[in-house]
């Protein structure tokens, strides 16, 4: 196929960049015709790697990489180890495609530590990191997460209220300090010392200085039982029962083992899973299963490469010995500076050749393999699952073709208010959220709610889209893909009202060849054009389940936006009228309080305790809430 002029003039465009590229350590970034950023690598010599992109592209993920470049970018850097972190904070900032990333990375949780109050909570959360707050994570496993919460509150006994200040409106202690989970700082059983013994002891747990916990566990256990504090020492020898109930339980080599990390990652075209063996004191303390994107298909050694620098960048500790595979060899020393460097101390990365560490890597190694499998299994099942649900709802639906892309729309509001429609899009029987739209509508009238209306105009406003999409090319920045592509099936979250508003709005579509039908949720009843009574299928079915989760999916994408706008119209009511309070003020004080309605009931001396508000300015805020309250 012939060049066109435009492919030509970005050929010759990228060789004139790639002539100017250094020959020396450093970072490049590659930007799509958007200016997004698609990938973010770093070299020894940045011209050396830059033209291998383009001279030796083996996989289909590489060969579409090099055909999105439109600019390069680099920075030079002075060494090997900050190329490392450079590239990282990259990675992490941008989050380009074509880069290893953790799958669903939003999603991992964290033990967090709220040392920014006087009595600090341990949390279970998945909130994006506080400067003044600690983290331990991230887990690849909520539940294991939540188990490790419940064995940290029995032993240590910290509060599990929410909000800055411990305790609730009665003034009494809660059921936890009556069954030996909280010590009750809410009614001053326990000082701000005690508690921060205790929460001492929550960090060198999830740090994993074990041996320290059973030396402090026993200690305080013979201390009690000699000054005949009998119960004491009993509920302190049951918390050091449950730590080496543990630790013996997870034990997986000799003490002399120490504390490290094993990493391991198996790779299968696109697809990679890293497997984390945190070992402490010899013990086992976690487990982690990681599964990664890898859509350029890159071998071991580079998968593992960025997969530690992810993973690391969000450790709070990293351990002094790290173990990894023979393919990440080259980098070894750069790694290990850069972690020294995090940790403030010596850090060895190293492949283990021999022992308990060589068991321990070839373990993780098989354990990375058959997570693969097992999700190559899971995806397999879940594929024809989609495929059978696919034949069956155009079987009942009497469609010419099997619907590959379902649309469906559903309206939010409250009285009338912050009226929103959604759109989402499943492909294959699978959600695609790249498409998933929101809308706000815009023709009603203020307070009065009308489905109806509401409906009409969002699909309206949808095939709008879709005849302006036509006009420009697939390579055009404004070009949308969502409203670009025709659906094969549109489902209207509603009755044969939201189905008749649907149909006079979208009769572009159905003249090519686009099925409307509408889901009522009572009975789940499909209302189809031309056909007085509805289809009613048994709830078993695997078309009624597909439809259900599509319309189950709008109408949770609508309630999150509806959601998000009622939110910011109430924070701008109850915040924007504070005096010294802009954007920036603001967020500190939801940060700190949690919710507008926290800070307008908050006391003059909690205000002023709010870090990076001046006193005056909490005053002042104090004193116009408290004038408004009058």
């Known amino acids: 196929m012939a060049a066109t002029p435009t492919s030509e003039g970005r050929r010759t465009r990228l060789a004139e960049q790639r002539k100017r590229l250094p020959d020396g ?14 990938y973010v690598g770093k070299a020894k010599s940045i011209r050396k790697r830059v033209a291998s992109h383009f001279s030796n592209p083996v996989t ?13 970018e680099f920075i030079l850097v002075a060494s090997e180890a900050e190329a490392l972190l450079t590239e990282q904070n990259f990675i992490k900032q941008y989050r380009p495609r074509f880069n290893i990333r953790l799958r669903d990375d939003k999603s991992y949780p964290f033990i967090a530590i709220s040392m920014d109050e006087d009595f600090p909570r341990v949390y279970f959360t998945r909130e994006r990191h506080r400067r003044e707050r600690l983290y331990f994570g991230p887990y690849s496993n909520a539940k294991r997460v939540r188990g490790t919460l419940d064995l940290l509150e029995k032993v240590f006994q910290f509060r599990s209220c929410q909000g800055v200040e411990p305790g609730r409106r009665s003034g009494s202690p809660c059921l936890d300090y009556y069954i030996k989970r909280c010590g009750a700082p809410c009614v001053g059983y326990v000082d701000k010392a005690q508690y921060r013994e205790a929460i001492d002891g929550v960090v060198a747990f999830l740090s994993g200085r074990y041996r320290e916990i059973e030396r402090d566990l026993e200690g305080r256990m013979k201390q009690a039982a000699a000054e005949h504090e009998f119960e004491t020492a009993a509920l302190e020898r049951n918390r050091l029962r449950a730590v080496r109930h543990l ?52 071998g071991t050694g580079d998968v593992a490469l960025e997969f530690m620098l992810q993973y690391y960048g969000d450790q709070m500790t990293i351990p002094p010995q790290v173990i990894v595979q023979q393919e990440i060899e080259e980098d070894l020393q750069v790694l290990s500076e850069m972690f020294g460097e995090r940790r403030g101390s010596r850090v060895e990365v190293r492949a283990a050749e021999r022992g308990d560490k060589r068991r321990l890597l070839e373990l993780a190694e098989r354990n990375a393999e058959l997570a693969l499998e097992q999700e190559k299994l899971k995806a397999e099942r879940r594929r024809q699952q989609r495929v059978a649900a696919l034949d069956a709802l155009q079987d009942e639906l ?25 759109m989402v899009v499943f492909e294959g029987g699978a959600p695609k ?20 209306a509401a409906m009409e105009e969002v699909l309206t406003r949808r095939l709008a889209q879709w005849e302006s999409q036509q006009d420009l090319s697939p390579h055009d920045p404004k070009r949308n893909e969502s409203f670009a592509t025709l659906p094969n099936l549109i489902v209207i979250d509603g009755g044969p009202g939201q189905l008749g508003a649907g149909l006079r709005a979208l009769e572009g579509f159905r ?14 009843e499909i209302f189809v054009p031309n056909r007085r009574d509805p289809i009613v299928l048994g709830h078993d079915t695997p078309a009624l389940q597909l439809l259900q989760r599509v319309r189950d999916e709008a109408h949770r994408f609508a309630i999150t936006h509806h959601r998000t706008r009622r939110d910011r119209a109430m924070t701008a009511s109850l915040l924007d009228e504070l005096p010294g309070i802009g954007p920036a003020r603001k967020r500190t004080l939801l940060n700190h309080f949690g919710s507008p309605e926290a800070v307008v009931a908050a006391t003059r001396e909690q205000l002023e305790g709010v870090p990076g508000l001046p006193g005056k300015t909490a005053r002042e805020i104090y004193a116009h809430l408290h004038r408004t309250g009058d």
């Open 398 to 422: 009497r469609l010419d073709t099997l619907p590959l892309r379902i649309e469906c729309f559903d309206i939010s509001n409250l009285m009338g208010t912050h009226t929103v429609a959604s």
């Open 247 to 298: 630790l013996e339980r997870q034990r997986v080599a000799n003490e002399s083992v120490g504390t490290l990390d094993i990493v391991a990652v198996a790779v299968q075209g696109t697809d990679a899973n890293a497997q984390v063996f945190q070992v402490r004191d010899g013990v086992l303390s976690d487990r982690q299963s990681f599964y990664l994107e890898n859509v350029t298909e890159q």
């Open 511 to 524: 003249e090519r060849g686009v099925t409307v039908i509408s889901l009522a949720k009572r009975v789940e």
């Open 60 to 72: 289909r993920g590489a060969f579409e990489m090099v055909d999105a470049i439109e600019t390069v």
């Open 433 to 452: 959220k790249s498409d998933y739209r929101r809308f706000t509508i815009r023709g009603l009238e203020h307070g009065v709610p009308d489905d109806f």
């Open 25 to 38: 350590p450093g970072v490049y970034l590659f930007r799509d015709a958007r200016g997004k950023v698609i």
